[in-house]
């Protein structure tokens, strides 16, 4: 299938992106470029929050909160720019743990969604407040109000999320990934999704960033019975992950690692399927409708690209 | 009575010294520059302690320790040296709450006790790790494990402490100053009082830094009824507290603002009552040994010389 920008006017349309932490924050900033922002809601993994030195991190919404701010850190793809390390540098010296690196500037954001929350407000809330600190016009949403920790199993036991992801580098094999029971979506999210004409799976990883959110009642549901468009991206370009664990996951899951796939693992969920030209000629015998571009993302420029392609791409479908 | 240093060993005395903040800590310096490490123990105020942004603040401890440290911000009197505020500007940027001051450095604290408490260890437990963090030789326990928050009645209603303190700048009358009930010592200051041989009761407020640590079980039986000497440093001087409300509590309270008031307020509890010279003469009628010194401390000499003056008035006392 070839895109054609012109003949679709994708404002018009409900956008929600399902996303993680870096892959789906650069594909946010993208959207946020070209829709009007009320089009746009980001619906925002939070399996892997965590309390950490008494606060309440929740590294997927700051990742996607300071890339929309444009205040995020490019180069190491989370924490903030002209950061400082005065606090956290203190803080080991006293015997505090630091292999969660937390910034100075970092840190006021766990403070203030710590204060927000101990108020008794919801994560939804909370989240609003920082977005509109940070001046972010967007929708930026966690899956949930209830906290969804995800857990890692190894050979050796079951970790939080972050202490496998950050602090063993996510070097054990993840043998089996536990999402919690019975948590729901927030009325947010609802009515995003009930709203929504394109909903949009970032190159997040998709056993630990997207599958987080899938978990989350009825979001799978209703993506699969209410008549949107769904279109993932694939966070695999020529057989490797852009960042993060997901090829690791993939092989060690049998997997084959290339974007056919991530493709398959989202099965009948999606109706089409963003990939690299890198990968044209892999997903020839693929069974849902795809569309090879140049997914790379290494700037702003790349990214509204992208996101050009992607909604061009999920209009059409929604319109066929 | 005259003091007589050459004619008392001190340095064979167990000391527990009953400390509030700024005061507390002058003192508790001086004494720990001239007796053994192991001869001193600071059982400090935590009824102002509170949760704030998350985290769990201690200013009392924090006071005597940045001051033991050396650490300590001579010109405030509260938080630490070369401090800088990048966190707490940004949080109140994001709208967080910025009446209580938490420098850079100073969070560093509030984050391992948050973290150590959230392990599940005792406050007494994180206090001393702290203590190691810091190089501080010298005992610095809380008053008790459990928390014991002081809150403050005025015509308007009832405050928490800090509230009433930071946040109104203890403007409104303090009608009446409430403690919980059924708070318990820790076992480690019931041990440092059943080895102590002097008491001693810092220059600090007697109504918000010692009586809360009065209304602790069992300490103040355990003072009343051991073998100790027990004296109390005015924190009056000339009619004026040296800091903060003492004086305007007194005034509302309807006692005289004087040194001689304090040593009344004390009453059966102290064995002797050290003053300023200031106000010597207005102590003529007290019916407890009482001896006027300068009892300023402007700088550590000042401290050192008020700590020899004291260990050795008490000593007499002891050996009386």
Redesign the interface.
């Given at each position: 299938m070839s895109t054609n920008q012109e003949s679709v006017n994708s404002d018009q349309y409900n956008v929600v992106l399902l996303a993680g932490g870096v892959g789906g924050a650069k594909l946010a900033d993208g959207l946020a470029q070209i829709l009007p922002s009320e089009r746009l809601t980001v619906v925002v993994n939070t399996g892997d929050d965590f309390?950490?030195?008494?606060?309440?991190i929740c590294p997927d919404l700051d990742t996607v909160m300071y890339m929309l701010a444009g205040v995020n850190n490019d180069e190491t793809g989370w924490g903030r720019q002209n950061e400082?390390w005065?606090?956290?540098?203190?803080?080991s010296?006293?015997?505090?743990?630091d292999w969660f690196k937390l910034g100075?500037?970092d840190?006021?954001?766990?403070?203030?969604?710590?204060?927000?929350?101990?108020e008794g407000r919801t994560l939804t809330a909370v989240t609003r407040?920082?977005c509109?600190?940070?001046d972010i016009p967007v929708s930026i949403l966690p899956m949930s109000d209830q906290p969804a920790p995800t857990t890692i199993e190894s050979g050796d036991g079951i970790r939080p999320f972050q202490e496998w992801f950050v602090k063993e580098r996510w070097q054990p094999a993840a043998d089996k990934i536990h999402f919690p029971e019975d948590i729901k979506a927030s009325p947010a999210v609802m009515s995003a999704l009930q709203k929504a004409d394109l909903v949009l799976i970032a190159p997040s990883n998709p056993f630990v960033s997207i599958d987080p959110i899938l978990n989350v009642y009825p979001i799978k549901s209703m993506i699969m019975d209410l008549p949107m468009a769904v279109v993932a991206v694939s966070p695999i370009i020529g057989g490797q992950a852009v960042k993060g664990p997901a090829a690791k996951m993939m092989a060690e899951k049998g997997m084959p690692v290339t974007a056919a796939a991530v493709a398959d693992y989202f099965g009948d969920l999606i109706d089409g399927f963003v990939y690299d030209q890198e990968d044209a000629g892999t997903l020839e015998g693929l069974d849902v409708a795809h569309l090879a571009v140049d997914s790379w993302m290494r700037d702003q420029a790349d990214r509204v690209r992208l996101a050009k392609d992607v909604l061009a791409f999920a209009s059409e479908l929604a319109n066929s």
């Amino acid at each position: 299938m070839s895109t054609n920008q012109e003949s679709v006017n994708s404002d018009q349309y409900n956008v929600v992106l399902l996303a993680g932490g870096v892959g789906g924050a650069k594909l946010a900033d993208g959207l946020a470029q070209i829709l009007p922002s009320e089009r746009l809601t980001v619906v925002v993994n939070t399996g892997d929050d965590f309390q950490h030195l008494g606060l309440k991190i929740c590294p997927d919404l700051d990742t996607v909160m300071y890339m929309l701010a444009g205040v995020n850190n490019d180069e190491t793809g989370w924490g903030r720019q002209n950061e400082s390390w005065r606090t956290i540098s203190e803080a080991s010296r006293l015997g505090g743990p630091d292999w969660f690196k937390l910034g100075d500037l970092d840190l006021a954001t766990h403070l203030v969604r710590s204060h927000l929350l101990g108020e008794g407000r919801t994560l939804t809330a909370v989240t609003r407040q920082l977005c509109r600190g940070f001046d972010i016009p967007v929708s930026i949403l966690p899956m949930s109000d209830q906290p969804a920790p995800t857990t890692i199993e190894s050979g050796d036991g079951i970790r939080p999320f972050q202490e496998w992801f950050v602090k063993e580098r996510w070097q054990p094999a993840a043998d089996k990934i536990h999402f919690p029971e019975d948590i729901k979506a927030s009325p947010a999210v609802m009515s995003a999704l009930q709203k929504a004409d394109l909903v949009l799976i970032a190159p997040s990883n998709p056993f630990v960033s997207i599958d987080p959110i899938l978990n989350v009642y009825p979001i799978k549901s209703m993506i699969m019975d209410l008549p949107m468009a769904v279109v993932a991206v694939s966070p695999i370009i020529g057989g490797q992950a852009v960042k993060g664990p997901a090829a690791k996951m993939m092989a060690e899951k049998g997997m084959p690692v290339t974007a056919a796939a991530v493709a398959d693992y989202f099965g009948d969920l999606i109706d089409g399927f963003v990939y690299d030209q890198e990968d044209a000629g892999t997903l020839e015998g693929l069974d849902v409708a795809h569309l090879a571009v140049d997914s790379w993302m290494r700037d702003q420029a790349d990214r509204v690209r992208l996101a050009k392609d992607v909604l061009a791409f999920a209009s059409e479908l929604a319109n066929s």
